[in-house]
């Protein structure tokens, strides 16, 4: 949260409308060098289902997202 004294909500609604993230939380663009170049990567499977994965930057191969359990982790 880049603005003080920003709420949680208030971040997540930036980041939307900056089209950095879309509003179920997947990444959509890279918050630090604005690519939208992405790769899952660290995939875990349960029962030849994927339970958890991690999404990367191509250009600056910095974390965007964590997928886990059917939700998107900030």
Same mark, same amino acid.
């Given at each position: ?17 900056? $089209? ?14 604005? =690519? =939208? ?10 029962? =030849?289902?994927?339970i958890e994965f ?6 600056c191969d910095k974390?965007? $997202? ?9």
């Amino acid at each position: 949260m880049d603005e003080p004294n920003e709420s949680f909500e208030d971040y997540i609604l930036r980041m939307v409308e900056q $089209g950095y993230i879309a509003t179920d939380g997947q990444p959509l663009k890279c918050s630090f060098c604005d =690519s =939208s170049e992405m790769e899952n990567r660290n995939e875990y499977y349960e029962e =030849s289902c994927i339970i958890e994965f991690q999404v990367f930057c191509k250009s600056c191969d910095k974390q965007v $997202g964590l997928w886990a359990y059917g939700n998107w982790e900030l």
